[in-house]
Nanobody
Framework: QLQPVESGGGLVQPGGSLRLSCAAP????????IGWFRQAPGKEREGVSC????????KYADSVKGRFTISRDYAKSAIYLQMNSLEPDDTATYFC??????????????????WGQGTQVTVSS
């Protein structure tokens, strides 16, 4: 198992931006689908975005479409979640999750095997 590590969270004002990163030392995640999830206090964990191992398939929750962008950099072995136009409802702990899988597949459901510890995103004025 290679536990991913998230970074890039923080406090930002409404309308601001953050870029979250997900990586695991020693792994390129080349053959892994990656999912980003979030969980706010008192709420269930929800899928935010995912990207297939080949990078061609990307999915977004309706609540973040047009504001969030997922990408991956194989050279840096990293997966990014660019979050723009942040809203207070985006406040949550964000988790990166991985699953070794066939190309062209990812899911916003919990199909993933390994999870990071999470990074806190707080959107507040």
């Amino acid at each position: 198992q290679l536990q991913p590590v998230e970074s890039g969270g923080g406090l930002v004002q409404p309308g601001g931006s953050l870029r979250l990163s997900c990586a695991a030392p020693g792994s390129s995640y080349k053959h892994y689908a990656i999912g980003w999830f979030r969980q706010a206090p008192g709420k269930e964990r929800e899928g935010v975005s995912c990207i297939s191992s080949g990078g061609k398939v990307k999915k977004y929750a309706d609540s973040v479409k047009g504001r969030f962008t997922i990408s991956r950099d194989y050279a840096k072995s990293a997966i990014y979640l660019q979050m723009n136009s942040l809203e207070p409802d985006d406040t949550a702990t964000y988790f990166c999750a991985t699953k070794e899988t066939i190309s062209g597949y990812c899911s916003l459901s919990n199909i993933y095997d390994d999870w990071g510890q999470g990074t806190q995103v707080t959107v507040s004025s």
